[in-house]
């Protein structure tokens, strides 16, 4: 058995096989780190499988390389050097960190991450990307739009466009009813989820109409003024949302309407008008009334639901053009409320690429059922969006001049450019088990130059950030990131630096390209329209990542 086999037999026994090495037995003369080599992997490793075996070779100038570790695991090391782990992908960015020991306690680390998952073109649709829940306390919204509506109708100009509102004809025997003014007491809306749909009311209470008629009896004309009274009148029907071609529609059904307290006071005329005088007006006011909530209840409903009809937006941002399109794909409504789901697409302007598709299978009812509204935005939406403007190249930064300072100073010559190199797409992720929201970067480059245009350093860094979720002081809901966990390895450096960087500090010079980066996330993510209903805001939201979806929910307050 050689030296080499022996020391990393008796440090395994030492570290009870956990990965973890003690300082006993150290060679005491042993003061430089090894090298580690990673062959695969390469950067920006894209695969559809499971797992991966990371391979490549670690040696040491001093004593030997004791183990090699895979993002904790010890990989097989051979008598040569070479060493491989298989480790395990989910979907989505794995950091991968291999770790070299040797035989003085020293490290060496490479930092890489590959990209796992089933790859999609960009113009595909994201299935079930939002899932919706509006509430019966929600209906409180559409009531008060029908009343805002109803309450500002001018009843005298409605009625009037009608005269005569009864006209029985022109021979000898007939009669023609105007009216004159119409005044009314308060109105009164109601809305109520339903089993399909929204159980809508509309009261008008103490009605008063005021007009006149003229008549004809045996020929001999005639006129009289009547006046109707009502304690109220109501109309109702089923607010009935349906599906067309990917577009919401509306439809009344079931729609009733009548008066309570009906009377009318009209004298001086013939007993045979005045036998059909209270039916006739009586019914054709009731129809002018009626018509009009017909025709005003349906546009109302939909603006009602406008956050969740057919939509395309364009958005201007980071010098492309984005554009994003929502439309409605599912829904049914129950007596606990309405579900809705919209599938999506978000692309760049002419751009072509692929994206990370992890489809989930949305929340269910029940999960998304609550007093208020709750929404739940799929992480594809996310990285549909964030690959488009990968593969634009506008997520990729050249830093000014001017705007290097602190890379200059962190290492110790003067930076005259930089460039960063995005070698895989962002992805986002809502995990379930860990409760967080993150976004994951993987292999981005960064490149610092001096003023002749020779390289000063080169590093890798590969990032996790978890996403936070609050709303902006207009109630605007935001996605926000947060502080990264970043591993990062110095690919190249020159003899000029005044200090030598090694991965700690690679890192932490990578904070200022992780901060350029995430604040164009934020714009990017801030960017995502989230499907409300018209005129309502979430009080107190609360935002829980949950199976492939950040969940959304709150009160509804409405304007």
């Known amino acids: 058995m050689t030296q080499a086999r022996s020391a990393a037999l008796v440090i395994g026994l030492l570290s009870g096989c956990t990965g973890t090495i003690t300082r006993e037995g150290m060679d005491p003369d042993d003061h430089l780190p090894p090298t580690v080599e990673v062959t695969t992997p390469e950067r920006g490793t894209v695969t559809g499988d499971a797992s ?21 695991t010890l990989a097989t090391l051979a008598d040569d050097g070479s060493f491989q782990a298989s480790i395990t992908l989910g979907e989505g960015i794995t950091l991968i960190e291999t770790v070299a020991t040797d035989g003085g306690g020293n490290t060496a680390s490479d930092a ?12 595909t649709a994201v299935a079930q990307a939002v899932a919706a829940f509006v509430s019966p306390q929600a209906m409180v919204g559409l009531a008060d739009l029908v009343n805002s509506y109803a309450g500002g109708i001018d009843l005298t100009a409605l009625a009037k466009s009608y005269n005569p509102v009864v006209n029985t004809g022109g021979s000898c025997n007939d009669y ?8 009314r007491g308060p109105v009164e809306v109601g809305a109520e989820a339903a089993n399909g749909g929204i159980q809508g009311k509309v009261t008008i209470r103490e009605l008063v109409i005021h007009g006149h008629l003229n008549f004809r009896a045996v020929c001999i ?56 005088f209270e039916d006739d007006v009586r019914d054709k006011v009731a129809s002018v009334l009626r018509d009009k909530i017909v025709s ?49 697409t978000s692309t760049v302007m002419g751009i072509e690429g692929r994206y990370l598709s992890t489809p989930s299978e949305r929340p269910s009812d029940a999960d998304l059922a609550s007093n208020g509204l709750r929404i739940a935005l799929a992480d594809d939406v996310f990285n549909q969006l964030l690959a488009s403007v990968w593969s634009s190249g506008a997520l990729e930064d050249t830093l000014l001049p001017g705007e290097n300072e602190g890379l200059s100073g962190a290492l110790g010559a003067e930076v005259d450019s930089a460039t960063v190199t995005m070698m895989l797409p962002p992805v986002a992720s809502f995990d379930t088990t860990t409760g ?94 989230v499907p409300g209903l018209a005129n309502g805001t979430i009080a107190s939201p609360t935002f829980q990542p949950v199976s492939g979806y950040l969940m959304m929910g709150g009160e509804l307050q409405f304007e």
């Open 52 to 72: 991966v075996t990371v391979s490549g070779r670690a040696s040491d100038a001093e004593s030997a390389v004791l183990q090699v570790t895979v993002n904790g």
């Open 296 to 344: 005003i209840v349906p546009p109302l409903a939909s603006q009602f639901l406008d956050g969740f009809v057919s939509k395309t937006y364009e958005v201007s941002l980071l010098g492309q053009t984005i554009q994003f399109s929502f439309w409605p794909s599912a829904m049914s409504w129950t007596e606990a409320g309405g579900s809705l789901v919209l599938d999506s």
């Open 176 to 183: 023609q009813a105007y009216v004159d003014s119409v005044s």
């Open 436 to 529: 967080t929201a993150r976004l994951a970067i993987g292999d981005l480059v960064v490149d610092a130059y001096s003023v002749d245009g020779g390289t000063l350093a080169s590093f890798a860094v590969s990032a996790q950030i978890d996403l936070a979720v609050t709303t902006g002081a207009s109630g605007q809901v935001q996605v926000v990131t947060g502080n990264p966990r970043i591993l990062a390895q110095v690919l190249e450096q020159s003899s000029s630096l005044l200090t030598p960087l090694d991965s700690a500090k690679a890192a932490a010079i990578a904070e200022l390209a992780i901060k350029a980066l995430s604040l164009k996330a934020d714009d990017l993510l801030d960017d995502i329209p």
């Open 112 to 123: 890489r991450a590959i990209l796992a998952g089933s790859l999609v073109d960009q113009n």
């Open 221 to 276: 004309s005639g006129s009289a003024n009547f006046t109707i009274t009502a304690e109220a009148y109501d109309a109702g029907g089923l607010i009935a949302p349906g599906l067309a071609d990917g577009n919401l529609s509306i439809a009344l059904q079931g729609v009733t309407s009548g008066f309570r307290g009906f009377n009318v006071d009209v004298g001086g005329i013939p007993g045979f008008i005045e036998d059909r």
